[in-house]
Each structure stands twice: as C-alpha cells, then as structure tokens.
C-alpha cells in the first residue's frame, strides 16, 4: 500500500559548536546565531530517512514541512534532495511567541491542510530546546495514534509495525494508519547524503510559503498570552571544571598512572 | 485537596527507582506548599505496592487496575491518568523522565490544558512572585532555563537520577483510592504486540557506580569486549555514544546522552567519545569524568576532571591489569 507520508523538521543553529562560542541573547532568550551556520535538527534527518525507505519499499510520497523562519526553505530543500516529493514552509512573525503546545497547533493545522496522510514523522528531540513534547502534542491536536521513539516502521495493509527503543530493549507496536512517530537514530536509518543531481533538482523545486491566516487556527491558541509555560530566563551555567592530564611516555605507563590517581581519589 | 501526583511505575515485582525519584519530587513540593502526595499505580495486581508507596511518602494511593493496564500502552494509560487527575485535582503530575513519562507527559498535559515542563533538574518557588518556577538543561546542557507554569495543574518529567529516592517509613499509612477503569482493547490505537527485553549480564547502566562508555574511537564492535572487562573488573555498567550505537556496534539501549540514558556515577570513563553535545547531556551528573582519546582537542577534555591523551585500546588493557592489582578483584 502507497504511504502518504508527512515529516515535520526544524532548523536550528549547529549544536556541535564550541561551548566556548555559545551565547545567548539575554533580551530574547535564545541563541545568538552569529557567524554558526543552520542545520536540520539530528533526529529530523532519521524522521527523512525513515520516510524515505517507506517510500522507496511501498510508493507514495513524502512531504516535508517546517514552522520557522525563512531560512528553513535551505533545511526544506535538504529534506526534498534526500527524496521528499514535496516541501512546505509555515512562516509568519505570529509564532515567535508560541509555546510547545502552541507550535504544536501550528503543525498540526498545517498537517490537516495538507491532508490525506498514512504517517507522520518527526526527531524524537529537538537539537535546541530538547523537550521531546511536540510530537505527543500533536497527536493529541490531531486525534491520531503516537508512538515515540521509533527506530524502524514496517507497513503492511493499512497496518504498520513499530519498533519503540525503551531502556531494556525495545517494543514492537502495532498501529493502524494514520499514526504519528517520533523517531530515533539506528543503524538502519542513517541520513544518506544526498548526490548532487538531487540537490540541484531540489534548488529548483517551489516551496509554498503558509502563513497563520492559510491554516484556519484557533485564534485562543496564538501568541504568548496563550502560552501555558513562560520561559523567564536562560542562562549559561560557569563551570569550574578543570581537566588533569595524565602524562606517560606510553599509554601503558599513563594507564598505571591514572589507575593509581583513581585509586588515591578513592573512585576505584 | 490538591496536591502532587506522582505516576509510580513497577519493575520484578517492586517499585522502580524512577518512582522513587518522583516521589521525592512530591515530598519536596509538599516541603515547599504544604500540599499531600499522590501516588497513581496503574497494572493489574498491584496491592502489594500500595503499602510501599506509603512507606515512601505517599498520603494517598489511587489504584488502577485492568488487564490492558498490565505492561504501559500509551493510549490505555493516557485516559487512565486523565481520569485520576480529574479525580484528583492535582496542582503538579509529576512524571519520571523516561521512555513512559516522556511519552505520557505532553499527552497528558493536553488534555488537561495544562502547561508541560521537561525534564526538569530542580524546581522551586520565586524569591520575588512566590511563583514555582523549574530549572532544566536546555541546548544539549550548554544552558540553564527556568520556566514558569501558567496553567495549572503543570504536568513535569523529572530528569532521572537528578533526585534522591526518600527514605523508607514502615509503618507509614495512608489513603488507598480504587479507580474504576473502563477500557475497550478496540478503541485503542496502539497495541504493544511484543516486549523484546536485553539480557542485562552485570549492573544497570543507570544505576552503576562506575561506568565504561566507548565511542566512534573504538572504531567497531570489538573495543567493547576490552570496556566490558575493564566494567567487570570495576563491577559497573558499560556504556556507548551515539556514534557506536547508530553504527549498530552495541544495543541501542547502552547509549548514554540526549537521546539515551542519562546517568549520574561517581566515576564515569570515556574511552574514544569525542564529548558531542547530545553525549555530555547524559553525563552532566557524573561526579568524576575520565578521557581517554587521541585528540587533545576533544571537547570531552573540557568536562573531564582528568585526561589521558593516548590510544584508548593501549591504555585500557592495560587499566585492567592495573584495577586488579589495585582492587585485588
């Protein structure tokens, strides 16, 4: 069976820059960009990934969408060189004050416009915030089955198999479509790197700009009064931390040494 | 009365340690508020806990029982723990932060048009508004935020092993509240066909006090029979990055950082883990951080407390050697 397929990704800034250049901007509360260059948040890429082998295995399409800045059409137009089929970006100065739950509601307005989906993938946690809560809001928005932290799908006559990491193992999950996953990284969903056709193929594809007045939002649910969480501050913890190094002229010799450091600090 | 509500969760025919984290939550609250403590225990056989959770702190003990509550399924418990909170008028669900909490939590809180806090570190009221505000890691832990609730009740996972278990009152009783559960398998959307569950051969990774964790540095599979040694010798837990495990070296489950475990021992040691973001994330509430890694430049030197710059394999073999000698294991 054809898998209609929607991913929902974000844009950050890199979060593998140096601590040493991370700063935050103490009148907005967010990181400062600076010269950091914009990524799609990890776990977004496996959510493509995993959309895309379903395709590839079932047929269907995938479509990928994005509630941020402007920017995020180059994260779109990643998603869409991976092998998405179509790409949408929500954008409007309307959602800078939204919480999770109201981002939420903007995604999942965005995904009833869209319509018509079998499955619908997000990361498991955003590389920024990190809350792992939109997926789960939006299934609630949506009235649709959710399962989280997935790693495989298995689609079968309108049913799909999920496999959902816990701490001891995993579960396998069964649930009829539409069903909505937020997915982890393993070994068989790792992001392809696009080839260069693709990518000049997705540079010339349209990307649709929604904004809040196309979604037929719940005007209660907009802007910070509606908020149900304040963020009142964000700050950069100072850190004392200083590291011993353990030199030897051989690793052997640095080993002995350590072992006898860890034994004098009591840890061994 | 409202109070705290606390999801206590069971494992081999106990309370999980989770549990215990949450409720110590609870007990602060209470400290802080003056409200009671509830404990929600959904399964279905669970009378031998309820003397447990009020040995542990809780006032009241709202019992859930159903075939379909036996093992977690999202939507079966998600409309039980709507209809306790309904009943119960919590002002704060408190969640632990793992695979059913994190789950849970945002469904949850929708229903309940309530606000949702992550993985929270620590919570506590406004020197100036009285407001309970809550501090978590943000940005893979290079940030602290604080965020306040707005709408109540607040719906918050505890970050594990950010709060220790209370001690253990015998004796201690309290109120023990039957909930009448109503569920139909077919209305559920999910259903958990299989539970696969890891053979675990020495301590859990979450719990050891000393644990090995090896990264892409290993370089494949193998290293990690080396680390397993080395764990053995030191009787902890073997961990990996990210790196290893997407590489499909080692279980997805051994995976310490943002998407994996997050874990607090007194001895954490990081053989070929280059200190991505994501990792540290997972080890800020190691008490003692060791690297051993080939580049210098590696920012896992900047939260370690001692480095080894050097060949992890070279100087894990011999560490073995060295640890036995020392501990006499």
Same mark, same amino acid.
């Given at each position: 069976m054809p898998l209609n397929i929607i991913v929902c990704i974000k844009q950050i800034i890199d979060p593998e820059i140096p601590a040493s250049q991370f700063k935050i901007d103490p009148g907005t509360k967010r990181q400062v960009q600076g010269s950091h260059s914009l990524v799609i948040s990890a776990y977004d890429q496996n959510a493509i990934e995993v959309a895309v082998q379903l395709k590839e295995k079932h047929g269907g399409k995938v479509t990928a969408i994005s509630v941020g800045p402007a920017t995020a059409v180059t994260a779109l137009k990643s998603a869409l060189s991976m092998g998405g089929d179509e790409a949408i970006l929500v954008n409007d100065p309307l959602f800078g004050s939204q919480d999770q739950q109201g981002i939420a509601h903007v995604l999942a307005k965005t995904i009833q416009k869209v319509g018509g989906f079998d499955l619908i993938l997000t990361g498991c946690v955003s590389g920024d915030w990190g809350d792992r809560a939109v997926p789960a809001?939006?299934?609630?928005?949506?009235?649709?089955?959710?399962?989280?932290?997935?790693? %495989?799908?298995?689609?079968?006559?309108?049913?799909?198999?999920? %496999?959902?990491?816990?701490?001891?193992?995993?579960?396998?999950?069964?649930?009829?479509?539409?069903?909505?996953?937020?997915?982890?990284?393993?070994?068989?969903?790792?992001? %392809?790197?696009?080839?260069?056709?693709?990518?000049?193929?997705?540079?010339?594809?349209?990307?649709?700009?929604?904004?809040?007045?196309?979604?037929?939002?719940?005007?209660?649910?907009?802007?910070?009064?509606?908020? %149900?969480?304040?963020?009142?501050?964000?700050?950069?913890?100072?850190?004392?931390?200083?590291?011993?190094?353990?030199?030897?002229?051989?690793?052997e010799e640095q080993a002995v040494k350590l072992a006898a450091r860890l034994r004098e600090l009591k840890l061994i | 009365m409202p109070g705290t509500l606390v999801l206590a969760t069971t494992e081999n025919a106990g309370l999980t340690r989770n549990t215990l984290e949450v409720l110590a939550g609870g007990i602060k609250l209470k400290a802080l508020l003056g409200e009671p403590v509830g404990a929600a225990i959904l399964g279905r056989e669970l009378s031998a806990h309820v003397p447990l959770l009020f040995a542990y702190g809780a006032d009241q003990v709202?019992?859930?029982?159903?075939?379909? @509550?036996?093992?977690?399924?999202?939507?079966a418990y998600a409309s039980v723990m709507h209809q306790i909170c309904q009943r119960a008028q919590p002002s704060m669900v408190l969640l632990a932060g793992d695979s059913i909490g994190r789950e849970l939590g945002p469904r949850l809180a929708h229903g309940l048009k309530a606000g949702f806090v992550a993985d929270f570190v620590d919570f506590d009221l406004d020197a100036v508004s009285g407001q309970l505000q809550f501090t978590r890691q943000t940005y893979g832990?290079?940030?602290?935020?604080?965020?306040?609730?707005?709408?109540?009740?607040?719906?918050?996972?505890?970050?594990?092993?950010?709060?220790?278990?209370?001690?253990?009152?015998?004796?201690?009783?309290?109120?023990?509240?039957?909930?009448?559960?109503?569920?139909?398998?077919?209305?559920?959307?999910?259903?958990?066909?299989?539970?696969?569950?890891?053979?675990?051969?020495?301590?859990?990774?979450?719990?050891?006090?000393?644990?090995?964790?090896?990264?892409?540095? @290993?370089?494949?599979?193998?290293?990690?029979?080396?680390?397993?040694?080395?764990?053995?010798?030191?009787?902890?837990?073997?961990?990996?990055?990210?790196?290893?495990?997407?590489?499909?070296?080692?279980?997805?489950?051994?995976?310490?950082?943002?998407?994996?475990?997050?874990?607090?021992?007194?001895?954490?040691?990081?053989?070929?883990?280059?200190?991505?973001?994501?990792?540290?994330?997972?080890?800020?509430?190691?008490?003692?951080?060791?690297?051993?890694n080939t580049d210098p430049e590696a920012p896992i030197y900047k939260v370690a407390q001692l480095g080894v710059v050097g060949d992890w394999k070279a100087v894990a073999t011999k560490l073995i050697e060295s640890c036995k000698e020392l501990t006499g294991r």
């Open positions: 809001f939006m299934s609630e928005e949506l009235g649709v089955g959710f399962v989280s932290f997935v790693s %495989r799908i298995e689609s079968k006559d309108g049913q799909v198999v999920l %496999r959902r990491v816990v701490e001891d193992g995993y579960e396998l999950i069964e649930a009829k479509v539409p069903v909505l996953a937020s997915i982890i990284s393993d070994e068989t969903n790792t992001p %392809r790197y696009p080839k260069l056709k693709d990518i000049m193929a997705a540079g010339k594809k349209m990307i649709p700009v929604w904004k809040a007045g196309d979604l037929g939002l719940d005007p209660d649910r907009l802007g910070a009064g509606a908020a %149900r969480v304040a963020i009142t501050d964000v700050y950069i913890p100072t850190k004392e931390s200083k590291c011993e190094m353990i030199e030897g002229d051989t690793p | 709202y019992r859930a029982e159903h075939p379909l @509550l036996e093992r977690y399924q999202g939507d832990g290079k940030a602290m935020a604080v965020v306040q609730p707005k709408a109540f009740p607040v719906v918050a996972t505890a970050k594990l092993r950010t709060m220790e278990p209370p001690t253990k009152e015998e004796g201690q009783t309290g109120e023990e509240i039957r909930v009448e559960v109503t569920l139909e398998a077919s209305k559920l959307k999910t259903r958990v066909l299989e539970k696969v569950q890891e053979e675990i051969a020495g301590v859990k990774l979450e719990d050891a006090k000393i644990v090995v964790s090896g990264g892409r540095g @290993l370089r494949g599979p193998e290293g990690f029979k080396i680390l397993e040694q080395l764990a053995q010798v030191l009787k902890g837990a073997v961990g990996a990055s990210r790196a290893a495990t997407d590489s499909g070296w080692v279980p997805p489950s051994w995976q310490v950082g943002q998407t994996g475990k997050s874990v607090s021992p007194d001895l954490y040691l990081a053989f070929g883990i280059s200190g991505a973001t994501q990792h540290v994330a997972g080890i800020s509430g190691a008490k003692n951080i060791v690297a051993i």
